[in-house]
């Protein structure tokens, strides 16, 4: 599973490049590129705190992968809030407050509030959370949900070429992204374990696979190969 990881991080960064390539004065693919490339940080940090052997302390990249795991998020956020075609105040009161939320989280991130300890059973990670690791839990459900009912409120008023791009989101959110967020962060919360995190990063690469699609269906690439070959190296590694 390791070198899975760091090809799924390489995938990953290069969806963000390519992306960001096709039409870097969009601010929709400015976002897309920043959450992919954070969601690549985040699996090579779950890849290098995962490594017993390693020649730095596992706490360090552990602390790294709740940072990204927070600009992943908040990235997607904004990412959504750039396709609304009619932003109100309080839309954007609330992105903001999400933005200062999530720096203040990143800062708490590298102390014991969050994550105070990385230990090895039996080749198994296990984590020992700190006081506000439920609120940083929370949080992350807060912010998830907020991008699904911006998405969902787009979906319903977008017509054409938007309407089906929400409905690309909503899937790749929905579909990949939501077992991203049970095994990287429900199971951690409620059982305090994390033995399938290392599978998070799976699921997140369907759905940035979707997400860009989405992005760059009108433009001069189609990328359905693309996602015709991601879902059968998924199928192959949930057969193996």
């Known amino acids: 599973m390791s070198s899975t990881l760091l090809i799924i991080a390489a995938i990953n960064a290069f969806l963000a490049g390519f992306v960001l390539h096709k039409n870097s004065a969009a601010r929709t693919n400015r976002f897309f590129a920043l959450f992919a490339t954070c969601v690549s940080g985040w699996t090579l940090s779950i890849f290098f705190s995962t490594q017993p052997l390693a020649p730095i302390s596992p706490l360090l990249p552990a602390r790294l992968a709740f ?94 070429l938007a309407r089906l791009q929400s409905t690309y989101l909503l899937l790749g959110l929905l579909v990949p992204g939501l077992l991203a967020v049970v095994t990287n962060l429900v199971v951690p919360l ?41 879902f059968v190296y998924f199928a192959s590694f949930i057969a193996a």
């Open 67 to 160: 940072v990204t795991a927070l600009l992943s998020i908040y990235s997607l956020l904004l990412l959504f809030e750039s396709l609304s075609a009619h932003r109100s105040p309080a839309s954007s009161s609330l992105v903001t407050a999400f933005g200062v939320g999530t720096i203040a989280l990143v800062v708490c991130s590298f102390t014991d509030l969050i994550i105070s300890s990385l230990t090895f059973s039996h080749g198994v990670v296990r984590p020992s959370y700190g006081p506000l690791y439920p609120v940083y839990a929370a949080f992350l459900l807060a912010c998830i949900a907020t991008s699904i009912a911006n998405n969902l409120k787009q979906l319903r008023s977008a017509r054409g």
């Open 190 to 230: 409620f059982y305090g374990r994390s033995d399938f995190s290392q599978y998070g990063p799976l699921f997140s690469l369907l759905m940035i696979v979707i997400i860009a699609h989405a992005i760059v269906r009108h433009r001069l690439m189609d990328m359905r190969v693309v996602i015709r070959k991601s």
